[in-house]
Nanobody
Framework: QVQLVESGGGLVQAGGSLSLSCTVS????????MGWYRQAPGKQRELVAV???????NYADSVKGRFTISRDGAKNTVSLQMNSLKPEDTAVYYC?????????????????WGKGTLVTVSS
């Protein structure tokens, strides 16, 4: 069974920094894409930062220059360093991974989500 376990988050003042981490566990063949999304109260879930299958990164315009996504392939972990945080960054942050796994003799792919971690930035 594939699981995504997130850590980090919490309460920070505007201008401060936080770091999030997400680890994929379970019987997988590969992680194709992996990254972070967020959902603020009353808003739709949006992409924050993600690694593509080719290894390139994609950031939301609102976080470019402030957030940095990194990964450790050996540990199936992706991290998000968030600097210069703003009150509008307040949201539940979710880790998502597109994972390949064997189902019998068939190689399948599926998206998995973490449970989310709350980031609150006070003004």
């Amino acid at each position: 069974q594939v699981q995504l376990v997130e850590s980090g988050g919490g309460l920070v003042q505007a201008g401060g920094s936080l770091s999030l981490s997400c680890t994929v566990s379970g019987s997988i063949v590969s992680i194709n894409t992996m990254g972070w999304y967020r959902q603020a109260p009353g808003k739709q879930r949006e992409l924050v930062a993600v690694f593509s299958s080719g290894g390139s990164t994609n950031y939301a315009d609102s976080v470019k220059g402030r957030f940095t996504i990194s990964r450790d392939g050996a540990k199936n972990t992706v991290s998000l360093q968030m600097n210069s945080l703003k009150p509008e960054d307040t949201a539940v942050y979710y880790c998502k991974a597109d994972v390949s796994y064997w189902s019998g003799f068939v190689l399948k792919g599926m998206d998995y989500w973490g449970k989310g971690t709350l980031v609150t930035v006070s003004s």
